[in-house]
């Protein structure tokens, strides 16, 4: 085993290999950004060091100074978590060529999964079944949109390097076909250096079902079961949960085979998760699957798959990278229970769940449950990174006991300081048809009136089985006190916005695109700008028809948050 490692990430996963690394007496080496100089996982590892500033760009995508730290500092592998250099067969090569270990896949393992057209070649002669659609070669504008009418609309515009829901695009009209496309091929040129895109057919009733894989050097490949992530907004996972809620057996036996022929065809080796497309239009009885992309490296939501395994995954990683062989075999692998997992995200509900800025004043999360979190009370939540907080995680006997401990979790989490999510965490998990395991892609879109509502202090107050119980009141009853209901307010600030025709940065970014200028006339709904936070593109429109008075962004400008834009005034 090894002596030292290096840790080529940051936040929550940074802070969960440390944690498995303390436990098999591993000295870890952290290194980080000007941005995260007092994050906790800095105070965590056995050492720290600085490697740039802010921007990942001159920090975290930093392969060279990562390898001359890993070097200078005794490290004999590096671990990369999840994003940045994670799935860089470059960085993976680097490594070994600097004597080093890199944890995770060969890099000609990574190099056929990147690019998602020929990740699904390959797996069609694996036989291992795809998405109907076009993966090829040829980019063009027109012929890419003659392809999406073969294929037949609605389609799927996806970056071919893409993941974590980023240059993705869903089309529903062929008129809508050409802006999607100039989108799509941007994020995936910001994101992941690479415009190329593939189309695929859209299934209109999807579930997103993906299986865990490890395979060691000596030709052993196992899967240890499914992770339903089907709660999504556009998208990127908002709950994942382990095993698929009714998953019959035999689909479970033919999906983890399946994955094992995936990891086979391409000699893999260490952590993958192959995630695959379920068409459940006719429900989940035989539905069929589609291959949908193999991320090569340790997923956001293992955890789940920890908790009904009782396995540590990183703790594999570290002995499948030290030459070891897997320490089960499949046969030796069971599920017990289910698991849930919430992400817990600094962006508003109320504002098309925009990502938030803020400190967190306070934060403070119940013992019941696992918490893998990046940060901690008084810490700033910046704009240079990803929103998440925190994922919540619980474990029980089955489903209903494991739902009923997660709404207890998110009901007991006490934040304040900047918009997150919670609320609206809170409501998935009391939604009906969420408990009833109604669930596919487009369950928060469908739902999305009901799931965005506030939820106020008086939705969590307890109740009791007398029904003569004041706790079951919500007449707004108080101890002592005479009664008071509470008021929920909202904001006029967009009426406002609309009435003075002011445009303003609803978060923190760099302004991508501008499509007006001073003395224009815009219709309502018209596009303005892009601005971009997060690695995530945000639309501004016109909300009014009228006059573009004043142009205050460029293409470029880095703008604050409520940041005066553009001013629209009355057409003469």
């Given at each position: 085993m090894f002596k030292r490692i290096l840790i080529a990430n940051r936040g929550e996963i940074a802070r969960r290999i440390?944690?498995?690394?303390?436990?098999?007496?591993?000295?870890?080496?952290?290194?980080?950004?000007?941005?995260?100089?007092?994050?906790?996982?800095?105070?965590?590892?056995?050492?720290?060091?600085?490697?740039g500033p802010a921007a990942a760009s001159d920090s975290y995508l930093r392969g060279e100074r990562i390898i001359a730290v890993a070097l200078e500092t005794g490290a004999e592998a590096i671990h990369p978590g999840y994003g940045f250099l994670s799935e860089n067969a470059e960085f993976a090569e680097a490594c070994e060529a600097a004597g080093l270990v890199f944890i995770g896949p060969r890099p000609d393992a990574i190099r056929a999964m990147a690019l998602k057209g020929a990740a699904k070649a390959l797996m069609t002669a694996a036989g291992v079944p795809v998405t109907p659609g076009y993966h090829g070669d040829d980019q063009h504008t027109d012929y890419l949109a003659s392809e999406a009418a073969r294929i037949g609309y609605p389609?799927?515009?996806?970056?071919?390097?893409?993941?974590?829901?980023?240059?993705?695009?869903?089309?529903?009209?062929?008129?809508?076909?050409?802006?999607?496309?100039?989108?799509?091929?941007?994020?995936?040129?910001?994101?992941?250096?690479?415009?190329?895109?593939l189309i695929e057919k859209y299934i209109e009733v999807p579930r997103h079902i993906e299986i865990q894989l490890f395979a060691d050097e000596h030709?052993?490949?196992?899967?240890?079961?499914?992770?339903?992530?089907?709660?999504?907004?556009?998208?990127?996972?908002?709950?994942?949960?382990?095993?698929?809620?009714?998953?019959?057996?035999?689909?479970?036996?033919?999906?983890?085979?399946?994955?094992?022929?995936?990891?086979?065809?391409?000699?893999?080796?260490?952590?993958?998760?192959?995630e695959f497309i379920v068409d459940v239009s006719k429900g989940i009885e035989g539905a069929p699957f589609y291959f949908m992309e193999m991320n090569t490296r340790l997923q956001?939501?293992?955890?789940?798959?920890?908790?009904?395994?009782g396995l540590d995954l990183v703790e594999w990683q570290l002995r499948v990278a030290a030459g070891e062989p897997l320490p089960k075999t499949q046969d030796q692998l069971t599920i017990t229970g289910h698991a849930i997992e919430a992400r817990l995200y600094a962006e508003d509900p109320q504002n098309d769940f925009l990502p938030a800025t803020g400190t967190l004043a306070c934060l403070d999360f119940p013992t019941s449950a696992r918490i893998e979190s990046a940060v901690e009370q008084g810490d700033a939540v910046s704009p240079f990174y990803d929103p998440m907080i925190a994922k919540?995680?619980?474990?029980?006997?089955?489903?209903?006991?494991?739902?009923?401990?997660?709404?207890?979790?998110?009901?007991?989490?006490?934040?304040?300081?900047?918009?997150?999510?919670?609320?609206?965490?809170?409501?998935?998990?009391?939604?009906?048809?969420?408990?009833?395991?109604?669930?596919?892609?487009g369950f928060i879109a469908r739902h999305q009136d009901r799931l965005l509502a506030p939820w106020a202090d008086s939705d969590i107050a307890p109740s009791a089985v007398d029904p003569t119980s004041p706790w079951n009141d919500i007449t707004g009853w108080q101890l002592n006190l005479p009664p008071r209901s509470p008021l929920n307010l909202k904001s006029a600030a967009g009426a406002e916005a609309v009435a003075s025709g002011d445009i303003k940065a609803p978060m923190p970014g760099q302004v991508i695109d501008v499509f007006v200028a001073p003395g224009l006339v815009v219709e309502k709904g018209q596009k303005l700008l892009i601005l971009g936070a997060m690695k995530i593109e945000h639309t501004l429109k016109a909300p009014k028809a009228g006059v573009i008075k004043a142009l205050y962004a460029a293409a470029g400008d880095q703008v604050a948050d409520k940041a005066l834009l553009v001013e629209i005034e009355d057409a003469q």
């Open positions: 440390i944690r498995t690394c303390q436990r098999m007496n591993v000295e870890t080496v952290a290194v980080y950004s000007d941005a995260d100089a007092r994050a906790p996982f800095v105070r965590e590892a056995d050492r720290a060091v600085l490697i389609v799927l515009i996806k970056a071919v390097a893409g993941g974590g829901g980023k240059g993705m695009r869903r089309v529903d009209r062929p008129e809508d076909f050409a802006d999607a496309l100039v989108s799509a091929q941007r994020e995936g040129q910001n994101a992941f250096s690479d415009p190329k895109v030709g052993h490949v196992v899967h240890l079961f499914e992770r339903d992530c089907s709660l999504q907004r556009r998208h990127q996972k908002v709950i994942e949960e382990a095993p698929a809620p009714g998953l019959p057996d035999n689909m479970r036996r033919a999906m983890g085979e399946a994955a094992v022929k995936a990891a086979q065809a391409i000699r893999y080796r260490g952590a993958g998760t192959v956001v939501e293992h955890p789940v798959t920890e908790e009904i395994t919540i995680v619980v474990h029980g006997k089955d489903r209903k006991q494991a739902l009923a401990r997660m709404r207890k979790a998110l009901i007991e989490t006490k934040l304040r300081g900047l918009a997150t999510n919670l609320g609206f965490l809170r409501r998935v998990v009391s939604d009906e048809a969420f408990a009833a395991a109604e669930i596919d892609t």
